[in-house]
């Protein structure tokens, strides 16, 4: 039985008639809606985790070996986003469903605090935002993100945060503190700065201007930011004045570095971001089939000749360039945030 075919009330509060299917996520999971502008159409399952911190498997080829996410699915609604498949596992769909039903580990930081205790735990770096924003809408209501911060600064524990989410700044007084005692990494991701592609494809996010003026803040309070220009999508935003005027804001955000990602369309994804291609470009879709056959990446001479237009235009703005070491981080890619 789908969930979508339950029935759930629209008003703020938890739902008398719940779906069944919470007790896949344990008896004490609830089913939630909020009946302001900011949440309506979406509705949050809070459950209770048992675990929070994720090995990475080693195929995976991403440049952390540990990760946290209190949410799974994200109200900021990218139709590019990576992480989409994750949600299917949840017997959820990867569009809509993404979009609007976020599971929420509301015990996020009790588990969390546990599992950094443990003798067998050994202090390993642990990034946040890999597969979905941890800094996502839903994060103004349940506020995990600081606890999780604690939990990691008492422990001593250095963390990663990449995020599309300007409500990272409510904790920059937090994120400071810890940055004092273990290294704190802060990555943004903006893939464009072009208004009307970012209401298009990102709609449920904050503006890339806002974006950026959160990578000045953190600057200025002394953090090293690096910004994941991700992604570039083919065709929509990599004409050369796009790439020049995005390069441009990011090195006047004072952006520690950039990270040119092209679009990458994997199963979950790809079909998301098609039907949405479909009704809005539909004259890409042949286009796009050429760039990427069956496959999740572009042709490799175009990545690389965006890889190359985008180091030529950094080196005119003043800004550094990295190379993308997350080809299989969700929320890193297009991030997964
Ligand atoms: S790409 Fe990131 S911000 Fe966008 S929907 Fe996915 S997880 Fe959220």
Redesign the pocket.
């Known amino acids: 039985m789908r969930w979508d075919s339950q029935r759930l009330a629209g008003r703020s509060g938890t739902d008398a008639d719940q779906p069944a299917e919470l007790a896949l996520f344990g008896l004490d999971a609830c089913a939630r809606t909020f009946d302001t502008p900011e949440f309506r159409g979406m509705t949050f399952y809070e459950i209770h985790a048992r675990s929070l911190l994720n090995k990475v498997p080693s195929a995976a080829r991403v440049p952390f070996d540990w990760t946290i996410n209190p949410y799974r699915g ?5 139709v ?5 498949r994750t949600h299917e596992y949840l017997d959820l769909d990867a569009g809509r469903d ?2 609007t039903k976020v599971i929420v580990k509301v015990n996020a930081a009790a588990v969390l605090r546990r599992e950094l205790a443990r003798p067998s735990w050994r202090g390993e770096p642990v990034a946040m ?1 890999t ?3 941890c800094y ?1 809408r839903a994060e103004g209501r349940y506020a995990l993100m600081p606890g999780i911060i604690t939990a990691l600064r008492d422990a001593g524990n250095p963390f990663s945060i990449l ?3 300007t409500l990272l700044l409510r904790d920059l007084d937090l994120l400071r503190e810890a940055a004092q005692q273990v290294e704190v990494g802060l990555s943004v ?1 903006v893939g464009s700065v072009d208004a009307d592609l970012w209401r298009r494809v ?1 709609p ?2 904050p503006s890339p201007q806002a974006r950026l003026r959160m990578v000045r803040t953190l600057t200025d309070a002394g953090f090293r930011v690096g910004v994941l220009m991700a992604p570039i999508l083919p065709h929509l935003g990599d004409a050369p004045d796009q790439l020049e005027e995005t390069v441009r804001a990011i090195a006047a955000s004072g952006a520690s570095s950039l990270t040119p990602i092209v679009l990458h369309l994997r199963p979950g994804a790809r079909e998301w971001y098609h039907q949405w291609l479909a009704r809005e470009r539909p004259d890409l879709l042949p286009v796009y089939r050429d760039l990427y056959g069956s496959g999740s990446y572009a042709q490799a001479a175009y990545r690389k000749r965006i890889s190359a237009t985008v180091a030529m235009l950094a080196r005119r703005h003043g800004v550094g360039t990295e190379r993308d070491s997350r080809q299989n981080a ?2 890193g890619d ?4």
């Open positions: 994200c109200g900021h609604a990218c590019y986003c990576f992480a989409r993404f979009d935002g597969n979905v924003d996502q995020t599309k989410g991701s990102e449920g996010t969700p929320h297009p991030p997964s945030s």
